[in-house]
Protein backbone atom coordinates (compact mmCIF):
# COMPACT_ATOMS: atom_id res chain seq x y z
CA UNK A 1 0.00 0.00 0.00
CA UNK A 2 0.97 3.55 -0.53
CA UNK A 3 2.74 4.84 2.65
CA UNK A 4 2.99 8.81 1.30
CA UNK A 5 0.16 10.63 -0.91
CA UNK A 6 0.90 13.95 -2.20
CA UNK A 7 -1.60 16.82 -2.74
CA UNK A 8 -2.85 17.98 -5.42
CA UNK A 9 -1.71 15.56 -8.04
CA UNK A 10 -1.03 18.51 -10.57
CA UNK A 11 -1.04 22.07 -9.94
CA UNK A 12 -0.71 25.47 -12.64
CA UNK A 13 0.54 28.49 -11.29
CA UNK A 14 2.11 31.15 -13.07
CA UNK A 15 6.09 32.45 -12.62
CA UNK A 16 6.72 34.73 -9.84
CA UNK A 17 3.69 32.68 -7.38
CA UNK A 18 4.44 30.03 -5.08
CA UNK A 19 3.82 26.35 -4.91
CA UNK A 20 2.74 24.74 -1.77
CA UNK A 21 2.65 20.55 -2.47
CA UNK A 22 1.55 18.35 0.63
CA UNK A 23 2.58 15.05 1.78
CA UNK A 24 0.47 12.89 4.21
CA UNK A 25 1.76 9.20 5.16
CA UNK A 26 0.90 6.61 7.22
CA UNK A 27 3.17 5.19 9.19
CA UNK A 28 6.49 5.97 12.06
CA UNK A 29 9.29 7.55 9.99
CA UNK A 30 12.98 8.01 10.40
CA UNK A 31 12.71 10.97 8.03
CA UNK A 32 11.00 12.62 5.05
CA UNK A 33 12.64 13.27 1.42
CA UNK A 34 11.46 15.94 -1.57
CA UNK A 35 12.21 14.70 -4.83
CA UNK A 36 12.08 16.47 -8.06
CA UNK A 37 11.76 14.36 -11.79
CA UNK A 38 11.36 16.54 -14.69
CA UNK A 39 9.75 14.21 -17.38
CA UNK A 40 11.35 10.92 -17.94
CA UNK A 41 14.42 11.65 -16.36
CA UNK A 42 16.01 10.27 -12.97
CA UNK A 43 14.93 12.25 -9.55
CA UNK A 44 16.73 14.72 -8.26
CA UNK A 45 17.07 14.71 -3.98
CA UNK A 46 16.05 18.23 -3.32
CA UNK A 47 15.66 18.16 1.08
CA UNK A 48 15.38 15.75 3.60
CA UNK A 49 13.90 16.40 7.47
CA UNK A 50 13.76 14.13 9.99
CA UNK A 51 11.33 13.26 12.31
CA UNK A 52 13.00 15.29 15.34
CA UNK A 53 12.92 18.70 12.86
CA UNK A 54 10.20 20.37 12.56
CA UNK A 55 11.18 23.11 9.25
CA UNK A 56 13.89 23.20 7.13
CA UNK A 57 14.48 25.41 4.05
CA UNK A 58 17.19 25.06 1.15
CA UNK A 59 17.05 28.44 -1.19
CA UNK A 60 13.40 28.65 -2.20
CA UNK A 61 12.54 25.28 -0.82
CA UNK A 62 11.03 25.50 2.81
CA UNK A 63 10.08 21.78 3.84
CA UNK A 64 8.06 21.72 7.20
CA UNK A 65 6.85 18.24 8.86
CA UNK A 66 4.68 17.63 11.49
CA UNK A 67 4.50 14.40 12.96
CA UNK A 68 1.12 14.26 15.00
CA UNK A 69 -0.61 14.95 12.04
CA UNK A 70 2.09 12.81 9.50
CA UNK A 71 1.87 15.18 7.08
CA UNK A 72 4.50 17.45 5.49
CA UNK A 73 4.66 20.28 3.03
CA UNK A 74 6.74 21.51 0.25
CA UNK A 75 6.52 25.35 -0.41
CA UNK A 76 8.56 26.70 -3.38
CA UNK A 77 8.58 30.10 -3.05
CA UNK A 78 8.61 32.75 -6.46
CA UNK A 79 8.49 29.74 -8.52
CA UNK A 80 10.40 29.96 -12.09
CA UNK A 81 9.57 28.19 -15.28
CA UNK A 82 12.51 25.98 -14.92
CA UNK A 83 10.54 24.85 -11.49
CA UNK A 84 8.30 22.58 -13.96
CA UNK A 85 8.32 19.36 -13.02
CA UNK A 86 7.01 16.30 -10.79
CA UNK A 87 7.91 16.42 -7.30
CA UNK A 88 7.75 13.41 -4.99
CA UNK A 89 7.75 13.16 -1.29
CA UNK A 90 9.52 9.86 0.29
CA UNK A 91 9.72 7.95 3.47
CA UNK A 92 12.17 6.49 5.49
CA UNK A 93 10.49 3.30 6.91
CA UNK A 94 10.95 0.44 9.14
CA UNK A 95 9.24 -2.13 7.14
CA UNK A 96 9.95 -5.86 8.13
CA UNK A 97 12.83 -5.32 10.13
CA UNK A 98 15.17 -3.45 7.52
CA UNK A 99 15.03 0.32 6.75
CA UNK A 100 13.06 1.49 3.20
CA UNK A 101 12.46 4.30 1.33
CA UNK A 102 8.54 4.36 0.07
CA UNK A 103 7.74 7.19 -2.62
CA UNK A 104 4.43 8.56 -3.44
CA UNK A 105 2.62 9.26 -6.46
CA UNK A 106 3.93 12.60 -6.71
CA UNK A 107 2.31 15.91 -7.63
CA UNK A 108 2.99 17.52 -11.02
CA UNK A 109 3.66 21.19 -11.22
CA UNK A 110 3.51 23.65 -14.26
CA UNK A 111 4.67 26.92 -13.66
CA UNK A 112 3.62 29.10 -16.67
CA UNK A 113 5.66 32.05 -18.13
CA UNK B 1 32.86 12.00 -8.37
CA UNK B 2 31.07 10.57 -11.13
CA UNK B 3 27.30 10.42 -10.97
CA UNK B 4 25.10 7.11 -11.01
CA UNK B 5 25.01 5.65 -14.47
CA UNK B 6 23.03 3.31 -16.19
CA UNK B 7 23.11 1.27 -19.14
CA UNK B 8 21.34 0.82 -21.57
CA UNK B 9 19.63 4.16 -21.71
CA UNK B 10 16.74 2.38 -23.94
CA UNK B 11 15.79 -0.91 -24.82
CA UNK B 12 12.78 -2.88 -27.16
CA UNK B 13 12.52 -5.98 -26.54
CA UNK B 14 9.57 -8.69 -27.04
CA UNK B 15 7.44 -10.77 -24.76
CA UNK B 16 8.97 -13.92 -23.64
CA UNK B 17 12.69 -12.77 -23.89
CA UNK B 18 15.09 -11.68 -20.77
CA UNK B 19 16.57 -8.48 -20.21
CA UNK B 20 19.38 -7.50 -18.04
CA UNK B 21 19.95 -3.88 -16.83
CA UNK B 22 23.24 -2.71 -15.24
CA UNK B 23 23.61 0.65 -12.63
CA UNK B 24 26.86 1.99 -11.48
CA UNK B 25 26.69 3.42 -8.06
CA UNK B 26 28.68 6.60 -6.61
CA UNK B 27 31.78 5.68 -5.85
CA UNK B 28 31.83 4.96 -1.88
CA UNK B 29 28.24 3.91 -1.72
CA UNK B 30 27.29 0.36 -0.96
CA UNK B 31 23.91 0.93 -1.46
CA UNK B 32 22.06 0.12 -4.28
CA UNK B 33 17.96 0.25 -4.60
CA UNK B 34 16.06 -0.38 -7.76
CA UNK B 35 12.42 1.20 -8.68
CA UNK B 36 10.11 0.42 -11.25
CA UNK B 37 8.39 3.56 -12.76
CA UNK B 38 5.06 3.39 -15.20
CA UNK B 39 2.26 5.69 -15.47
CA UNK B 40 -0.16 4.03 -13.54
CA UNK B 41 1.54 2.31 -10.88
CA UNK B 42 4.04 5.66 -9.87
CA UNK B 43 7.55 4.77 -8.45
CA UNK B 44 7.54 1.08 -6.96
CA UNK B 45 10.43 -0.15 -5.50
CA UNK B 46 11.93 -3.25 -6.44
CA UNK B 47 14.86 -4.04 -4.07
CA UNK B 48 17.89 -3.37 -2.68
CA UNK B 49 21.46 -4.35 -2.29
CA UNK B 50 23.92 -3.29 0.26
CA UNK B 51 27.16 -5.07 -0.05
CA UNK B 52 26.40 -7.59 -2.36
CA UNK B 53 23.69 -8.63 0.11
CA UNK B 54 19.67 -8.37 -0.64
CA UNK B 55 18.23 -6.20 1.80
CA UNK B 56 14.81 -5.73 0.88
CA UNK B 57 12.43 -6.39 -1.58
CA UNK B 58 9.07 -4.97 -3.36
CA UNK B 59 6.41 -6.92 -4.15
CA UNK B 60 7.47 -7.62 -7.97
CA UNK B 61 6.99 -11.44 -9.30
CA UNK B 62 9.99 -14.02 -9.13
CA UNK B 63 10.91 -12.93 -12.70
CA UNK B 64 12.39 -10.00 -11.59
CA UNK B 65 15.70 -10.38 -9.94
CA UNK B 66 19.05 -8.58 -9.39
CA UNK B 67 22.53 -8.90 -8.29
CA UNK B 68 25.16 -6.96 -6.89
CA UNK B 69 28.91 -6.95 -7.09
CA UNK B 70 32.26 -6.76 -5.09
CA UNK B 71 32.30 -2.91 -6.29
CA UNK B 72 29.09 -2.39 -5.77
CA UNK B 73 27.96 -2.39 -9.20
CA UNK B 74 24.59 -3.95 -9.85
CA UNK B 75 22.42 -5.53 -12.06
CA UNK B 76 18.66 -6.11 -12.47
CA UNK B 77 16.98 -9.23 -14.88
CA UNK B 78 13.77 -9.57 -15.78
CA UNK B 79 12.64 -13.11 -17.19
CA UNK B 80 9.58 -13.92 -19.41
CA UNK B 81 9.01 -10.53 -20.47
CA UNK B 82 5.18 -9.74 -20.35
CA UNK B 83 3.77 -6.28 -21.86
CA UNK B 84 3.14 -4.54 -18.66
CA UNK B 85 7.18 -4.69 -17.93
CA UNK B 86 7.33 -1.54 -20.22
CA UNK B 87 8.61 1.16 -17.74
CA UNK B 88 11.30 3.53 -16.86
CA UNK B 89 13.92 1.36 -14.73
CA UNK B 90 15.30 3.68 -12.12
CA UNK B 91 18.74 2.82 -10.01
CA UNK B 92 19.40 5.03 -7.04
CA UNK B 93 22.72 4.56 -4.60
CA UNK B 94 23.10 6.09 -1.13
CA UNK B 95 24.99 5.72 2.19
CA UNK B 96 22.43 3.95 3.78
CA UNK B 97 19.59 2.99 1.78
CA UNK B 98 17.05 5.26 3.48
CA UNK B 99 18.99 8.37 3.74
CA UNK B 100 19.49 10.20 0.14
CA UNK B 101 19.22 8.81 -2.77
CA UNK B 102 21.19 9.68 -5.85
CA UNK B 103 19.49 8.30 -8.90
CA UNK B 104 20.77 7.36 -12.59
CA UNK B 105 18.59 8.76 -15.71
CA UNK B 106 17.23 5.31 -15.94
CA UNK B 107 16.60 2.78 -18.79
CA UNK B 108 13.55 2.62 -20.44
CA UNK B 109 12.43 -0.43 -21.89
CA UNK B 110 9.77 -1.51 -24.00
CA UNK B 111 8.27 -4.20 -24.36
CA UNK B 112 6.58 -5.55 -27.45
Known amino acids: SQQGEEDPQALSIQEGENATMNCSYKTSINNLQWYRQNSGRGLVHLILIRSNEREKHSGRLRVTLDTSKKSSSLLITASRAADTASYFCATGVVQGGSEKLVFGKGTKLTVNP | KAGVTQTPRYLIKTRGQQVTLSCSPI?????VSWYQQTPGQGLQFLFE???????NKGNFPGRFSGRQFSNSRSEMNVSTLELGDSALYLC???????????FGPGTRLLVL
Open chain 2, 27 to 31: SGHRS
Open chain 2, 49 to 55: YFSETQR
Open chain 2, 92 to 102: ASSLAGWETQY
